[in-house]
Every structure is written in structure tokens, then in C-alpha cells.
């Protein structure tokens, strides 16, 4: 071997091999981080020693990691769960040193200041520093337990004593439930304290009920930890993939932190990026760097000022914003005009009074439909930017107003005094025969104008349908063209249109239509009544040359199914044989129905059917509840479509067997028995399509090959693996595979699930109501465990 091969291993051994020991005392002192020392736990789970931070190859803190782990795939780091000077890293020359009086130091450079934060005293009984096999580091009476920085291991007690710190110094966990930003300002609270992470998955709390993980019961490495995003997640470590898997967190959307983003901005969540959010400016305001925020474009004056609407937007900001209870949405407007200081107003359009002032800044803005307010935001009267947030409230743009009149009082006679008598005693004779039904009239008058008033609608107009004349829904659609054709049901063809004032329409040309002129009309009004954010809205209707025609709003983003059944899914067979295997051909980069956006549609679909069939003055059953009749707008929001159809049928049509209505797959069994249909029909039919929505696979898709045909059911399919044998990721939508970890919404799937066997019961008097349904969904009701559904066949 050459001279300076010799001299290249000598150089080189000392830093590519590790030296390990068990227990580190005065007799190994000094410890430096050129020395390449480690020192392991009994069994080897836990190592502790220098690591340079990765920002910097110069700089070094004393950790503690895991050793059976490996190295972060990405980063080829290992997993640092404790630091004794995470914000005070050291230099290359720095030592870990006991000395002669049992005092534990970590000097950096010739400065004597201790690195070592929360220093154990001294002791003089036991000079030695351990590592324990659960990760704790012990000398003497002093452990790293007692002073976590950002992870709680399992088995670690949980204190009110102790407390997270996120690395980058912005977020804590203290008093053992309570999240908070900057030291002070708490944007999550548990009302039952945390005592300890265990092995199996589970949180333990102080007198409430444990927090289980997606994989609770499995044997996984797990962390409880408070990341840099101000999010508290659980994490299991998963062998056979060489990743962390986040399997519980706080903050469903991550946005619900404060501090994210810088004043004036909102953070909005899509999954498109890799920190899971974004900062953008709000409308009329723009980005400055120093300090980095969003500033108005035109200064605000107070006596020239509008607002935009931002749907679904919410600021909060600790002592900046002032709760009101006001259930007027003038009056919430006009107290934010009044105050100078007032930066804009939330309001909520469900009669809770809720109305909040924006004061002296903006800050912690957030999007999320779960907000369901509107915040207007306060702009100079120049300002020309659009609102770019929109969709609970687009609907109410396109009414017009109505001006209510009252006929001129009658002008006194001057003629003769014959006519004042005659008029005197006539008028005399009337108010005295009518003044119950006046009054009548000025009661429910009263009423309506306060109703109106009271919900913010002053200047919509009254309920009701537009009759539209034959010519203008023809000139609408360019004579019910073919490129103006956009579908066909089981009621007629659907055209797209425009109308005279630009509003994008529907038109539904129905077919089969047996009520008279005038009952068409009632059942009509009836149908226009039935206003939800979840149901399509019926603007008009024509009766005109034998033609009998529905005027909707037009639903931009077409039918659930167009996103839940795309061609080039793997077969049933296929997913049973190999779980991992891809659901595409190649993988898609864009996802457009993450798992809170579904979970949103089936709620929204559920409160719509619950309000057709327990809150209209008018009972209606749908009969025909499919993904083809759900439609979703432009921020996704579902509507359900044909709900008031049944209505236009006469009634002996909808019991007979010879016209049963529905779509095959969706119907329940009642259509075919002898027995009465009830409300229970939808929710069979609403539980189906819940499934095909966690699945992403049409319940009329032919089983595998190895099932006999006679014996497939895809309700019991999905009840075997998701509740039966706890494989809820092998029935889960592959589409969506590629963009979310199937373990991260474990508890909302499950509860979908659990929800839709419920739903399918064979008997009517097992099912829920819907209303029943939308707060299982909401998890404001305990689910119990559903029986097996039974094979049925139509």
C-alpha cells in the first residue's frame, strides 16, 4: 500500500466510524464533536451525541435521535426528537464536560457561559449521563423528560409543567392543552388536559375521552410533535416505506393557526403546495416586504369607503375584532361604518346573530367553506379590483328588487254635501265589516317586513317563479341547438342557455307531465319556494304550446360522477389483488376532490335531502338520489338537482310498480314490495352514493372473478374490508392516492362509512332519518357499529 493511501485512511477512519458507549462520565471527559462519539441506549433504540445543524456543517447541537429509524429519505438526516441548545448551537471546538464536582457543562469555544439549556446541579452521587431504551437522557436526579423541546415520546408524562416548542421558536403546546402563537395568542384549546402518548396510538386525557390515531392498535415507532406550521401531529414510522406517516393532527385545515402569514394576508389550503398552504393579498391590497404584509392599494377613508365580500374568509385577531350579536346584517354594517378603525365585518346568514368588527389591523385571515360567513372587507370607494373569494352568497346577486306599493287614499268630494254623506256612511259600513281582515293583513305584513329585515334580505324580492314566454327560452338556448345540448334524465333533455340579463341557465324540457295548466303553476311555486344553499335554484318556468319547461341556475362545474367515475380506473379485481397497486394508468399530478372536499359534498347533499324531507312547508321525496343528479359549483359546493320533480307526476304514478322511479343500483328495496314508500327511499339511496364517494367505484361495477357473481354485494364488499377486517385504505379512492396519505383522515372516512351501512339497511325502520344522517356526518352524534347490510337484489 502507497505512502499516501496510508495517509488518506488515517485521516478518513476517524470520521467515518462511530465510536458507541453506554453511559458517558467524568474519566470520557471532554466530549467534541470531532470525535465522532455516540452514545446508545441498552438496546440499542436511542443514540445522543453531536449533530451538525443542516443549515450549517460548522454548527453542532447535542441531541437525542432514533437509531432504529434509518436516516429521513429525503434529507438523510436523522430523526431529532430532544436538543440541549437548539437555539444556541455551538462551534466545532465546543465540549460536553463533567466536572470534578458532578456539574454537567457544554462549553463552545474558551467562553465559559453553559450551552446546556436547563442545566441539571450538581450532583454528587451519580456523575454519569444516560441513555434510556424510551429515549429518556438521565443524570442524577436530572432528566430530559422533565424539558421536552418539540416531541413527547410514548409512555413520557405529560405535564401542565411541560411545554412544546416548535424549532422555529413561533408556536408552543403549554399547559398540556392549549396551542398558542408567540407566547399568547391560543388558536386551539382541549378542555381536557393530555397525560400521555402510548404505545398503541392513543392520547390519554385527564377525565375525557382518549384521542386514538388512524392506526390505532398497530405497532408502530410513534412521536407526538408541534411542527413549524403551529400544527400538534402524531406520527408513526413506517419500515417497509422509510417514512413518517402523520396519522393524527390538531388542525384538520392548517390555516387555523395564527401567524402563518403576515397581517392583511389570508392563507388558503389547496394541497398544491408542499408546505400544505399559501399567502395571498385580499382584493384592493397589495404585498410589501418590510414588514412583509398586504397593505390597501388606496389608502382607506372612512367617509369614502366600500366593501367587498369575501365568502368563506375569516379574520381573527385576539383584542383587534369585537363580537356584536346582532341579527341584521344592515345593522352589523353599519357599526363597522361608524367605528373609523374598522377594517371590515363577518357576518352569518343562519339567523345566529353572529357579526364580528375587524378592528385597527387584519391579521390571521383565513379561507375555509367550514367558516360559513362572509367577511366584507373595508376598500376605498376607487377601488376597482373584483372580490375573488366568492360563492355562499353569489346566488343573492341575481335577484332583483321589488318595490311594494299601496293604492292613493280616496280624495274627499268638494261637489255636495250629499256625496260627503254617502261616502261617510258607505266607508263607515266597511271599516266596520273589514277591519278583522285589515287587521289580519297588517299582522302578517308586520311580520314578513321584519322577517325580511331580520335576515338581510330587504332587497330581494318575494319568493316565486318567472313565467318565461316559449320565444325567449328559444332565443335562450339558439333554438334548443345541438352544441347548446348539455345532458338528458329521466325527465327530458337539458340545454344550456343565456338570458336577456346575461344570467347562464339550465333549461330542463320535461316530458310526461299529466297536471293540468293550473296545477302545473301551483306545484311550480311550490318547487321556487324551496330555497337551500344545497339545491339547485329554480328561477322560471314556461307553459306554453303544449311545452312544459324548468328555467334552473346554471351549475358550472357539471355532476359528481364526471370527478368519482373517470375511465381508466383499475378494476375491482385488481385493487383486491394488490392493494398499492396505482389506480391509473399514470399518475395525476392535479387532484381535484381531496378528502375534506368530499367529505363537505356528502354533508351538503345530506343537510339538502334532510331539508326536502323535515323542514319544507310541502313533503317531498327526491326517489332519485345519484351522483348524475349532484351537482357541484365553482367552489365545489354541491347542489342537488330534479328534487321537486316527483311533485310534477301524479302521485298514483310514484306507488306502482309498473313506474317505478329511480336509477338501478340507487333504489331501495321498497320499490319492489307491497309496501308504502317513505322518506326512508332517499336515505337508501343517499347511503349508496356516500360509498361511491369514499370508494371513487360505481356500486354497480361487476365484483372480482373469484366471487361468484349471486354472492357480490358492494355494500357488503366494503363493509368486510373497511369494518369487518380494518382495512379501510384498501376500499379508499386510488385517484387520490398520489396526493394524500390515505392515514391522515382516517376517523372522517370511517365515519362516512359507518354512516352509509346505516343507510343501507334492508328494513326502512333501521335506517336514520337524513337529519339523523347530516349529524352522524358532523360527528355531533355517536355512530354505533352497523349491522352487515343484506344482499338485495332490483
Known amino acids: 500500500m502507497s505512502f499516501p493511501l496510508i495517509i488518506f485512511f488515517i485521516i478518513i477512519l476517524p470520521f467515518s466510524t462511530s465510536l458507541t458507549f453506554s453511559s458517558f462520565n467524568i474519566s470520557n471527559s471532554p466530549w467534541l464533536p470531532s470525535q465522532n462519539r455516540i452514545l446508545v441506549s441498552p438496546q440499542n433504540s436511542f443514540s445522543a451525541g453531536f449533530q451538525a445543524l443542516p443549515t450549517s456543517s460548522n454548527l453542532f447541537i447535542f441531541s437525542i435521535w432514533y437509531s432504529n429509524t434509518s436516516y429521513n429519505v429525503n434529507h438523510n438526516t436523522p430523526t431529532i426528537i430532544w436538543s440541549a441548545n437548539w437555539g444556541f448551537p455551538v462551534h466545532y471546538s465546543a465540549s460536553l464536560i463533567i466536572t470534578s464536582d458532578g456539574e454537567l457543562r457544554l462549553l463552545n469555544d474558551s467562553s465559559r457561559t453553559n450551552f446546556?439549556?436547563?442545566?441539571?446541579?450538581?450532583?454528587?452521587?451519580?456523575?454519569?449521563?444516560?441513555?434510556?431504551?424510551?429515549?429518556?437522557?438521565?443524570?442524577?436526579?436530572?432528566?430530559?423528560?422533565?424539558?421536552?423541546?418539540?416531541?413527547?415520546?410514548?409512555?413520557?408524562?405529560?405535564?401542565?409543567?411541560?411545554?412544546?416548542?416548535?424549532?422555529?421558536?413561533k408556536f408552543s403546546f403549554i399547559g398540556s392543552n392549549n396551542l398558542v402563537f408567540q407566547g399568547s395568542d391560543s388558536y386551539c384549546f382541549y378542555t381536557k388536559e393530555f397525560l400521555s402518548l402510548w404505545d398503541d396510538g392513543r392520547v390519554v386525557r385527564n377525565g375525557g375521552n382518549p384521542i386514538t390515531s388512524a392506526d390505532f392498535g398497530s405497532k408502530h415507532t410513534r412521536r407526538l410533535i408541534l411542527e413549524d406550521d403551529g400544527n400538534l401531529r402524531i406520527l408513526s414510522f413506517y419500515p417497509h416505506r422509510r417514512k413518517w406517516v402523520v396519522v393524527w393532527v390538531a388542525l384538520l385545515e392548517t390555516c387555523q393557526a395564527h401567524g402563518l402569514c403576515g397581517p392583511g394576508y389570508i392563507c388558503y389550503s389547496d394541497g398544491s403546495t408542499s408546505s400544505g398552504y399559501k399567502c395571498v393579498c385580499p382584493p384592493g391590497f397589495k404585498k410589501i416586504l418590510d414588514p412583509e404584509s398586504c397593505v390597501p392599494k388606496i389608502p382607506i377613508d372612512p367617509e369614502n369607503s366600500k366593501f367587498l365580500r369575501l365568502d368563506y374568509v375569516n379574520y381573527s385577531g385576539g383584542s383587534t375584532y369585537t363580537n356584536l350579536m346582532t341579527y341584521s346584517f344592515d345593522k352589523c354594517r353599519s357599526k363597522c361604518v361608524e367605528e373609523q378603525k374598522c377594517h371590515g365585518f363577518g357576518f352569518k346568514y343562519d339567523g345566529s346573530g353572529y357579526c364580528v368588527l375587524q378592528m385597527n389591523r387584519l391579521v390571521n385571515g383565513y379561507w375555509s367553506p367550514n367558516t360559513e360567513m362572509s367577511f366584507y372587507l373595508r376598500v376605498h370607494q376607487l377601488e376597482t379590483d373584483p372580490s375573488n373569494f366568492t360563492g355562499m352568497s353569489e346566488v343573492l346577486d341575481t335577484t332583483c328588487p321589488t318595490l311594494i306599493t299601496f293604492p292613493n287614499p280616496y280624495r274627499e268630494s268638494n261637489k255636495t254635501t250629499l256625496n260627503i254623506i254617502i261616502v261617510t256612511i258607505i266607508f263607515t259600513f266597511e271599516i266596520a265589516s273589514g277591519v278583522l281582515l285589515f287587521w289580519t293583513f297588517l299582522k302578517k305584513y308586520v311580520k314578513y317586513r321584519d322577517m325580511v329585515h331580520t335576515l338581510g334580505l330587504g332587497l330581494f324580492p318575494t319568493a316565486g317563479a318567472k313565467r318565461f314566454t316559449y320565444g325567449e327560452i328559444k332565443l335562450a338556448t339558439k333554438d334548443f341547438s345541438e352544441e347548446n345540448f348539455i345532458g338528458k334524465g329521466g325527465f327530458g333533455n337539458v340545454y344550456a342557455g343565456v338570458l336577456r340579463d346575461g344570467r347562464p341557465v339550465a333549461v330542463k324540457c320535461l316530458k310526461d307531465v299529466q297536471s293540468g295548466e293550473s296545477g302545473f303553476w301551483a306545484e311550480v311555486t311550490i318547487i321556487a319556494r324551496m330555497h337551500h344553499l344545497n339545491l339547485v335554484r329554480l328561477w322560471g318556468f314556461c307553459d306554453e304550446k303544449g311545452q312544459r319547461i324548468l328555467i334552473y341556475e346554471h351549475v358550472p362545474n357539471g355532476s359528481l360522477d364526471k370527478y368519482l367515475f373517470k375511465p381508466g380506473l383499475v378494476r375491482l379485481e385488481d385493487r383486491d389483488s394488490d392493494p398499492n397497486t396505482t389506480s391509473m394508468s399514470s399518475v395525476e399530478q392535479t387532484c381535484m376532490l381531496d378528502w375534506n372536499i368530499r367529505y363537505r359534498i356528502a354533508l351538503g347533499v345530506a343537510r339538502a335531502i334532510a331539508y326536502l324531507h323535515e323542514e319544507c312547508l310541502e313533503w317531498v321525496l327526491h326517489c332519485d338520489i345519484k351522483p348524475e343528479n349532484i351537482l357541484l359549483g365553482d367552489d365545489f359546493c354541491p347542489k342537488v338537482a330534479d328534487f321537486g320533480l316527483s311533485k310534477l307526476r301524479k302521485k298514483e304514478q310514484l306507488v306502482t310498480r309498473s313506474n317505478i322511479r329511480g336509477t338501478r343500483g340507487y333504489m331501495a328495496p321498497e320499490w319492489t314490495k307491497h309496501e308504502p314508500l317513505t322518506s326512508k327511499v332517499d336515505v337508501y339511496s343517499f347511503g349508496m352514493v356516500l360509498l361511491e364517494i369514499v370508494t371513487g367505484v360505481r356500486n354497480t361495477t361487476e365484483g372480482p372473478s373469484w366471487m361468484p357473481s349471486e354472492e357480490w354485494y358492494f355494500p357488503k364488499w366494503v363493509f368486510k374490508?373497511?369494518?369487518?377486517?380494518?382495512?379501510?385504505?384498501?376500499?379508499?379512492?386510488?385517484?387520490?392516492?398520489?396526493?394524500?396519505?390515505?392515514?391522515?383522515?382516517?376517523?372522517?372516512?370511517?365515519?362516512?362509512v359507518k354512516t352509509a351501512m346505516w343507510c343501507l339497511q334492508e328494513r326502512p325502520e333501521m335506517r336514520p332519518s337524513m337529519g339523523k344522517v347530516a349529524k352522524m356526518l358532523e360527528g355531533t352524534v355517536e355512530i354505533m357499529e352497523p349491522p352487515k347490510p343484506t344482499l338485495f337484489y332490483l
Open 116 to 169: 446546556w439549556q436547563n442545566p441539571p446541579s450538581r450532583n454528587f452521587t451519580s456523575t454519569k449521563l444516560l441513555l434510556q431504551d424510551d429515549g429518556n437522557l438521565v443524570f442524577g436526579s436530572w432528566e430530559s423528560f422533565l424539558y421536552p423541546t418539540d416531541t413527547f415520546l410514548p409512555n413520557q408524562n405529560i405535564t401542565k409543567n411541560t411545554t412544546l416548542t416548535s424549532k422555529n421558536g
Open 721 to 752: 374490508l373497511g369494518i369487518e377486517e380494518n382495512r379501510m385504505d384498501e376500499i379508499l379512492d386510488r385517484q387520490i392516492k398520489h396526493c394524500y396519505d390515505d392515514n391522515v383522515h382516517f376517523n372522517l372516512i370511517s365515519r362516512m
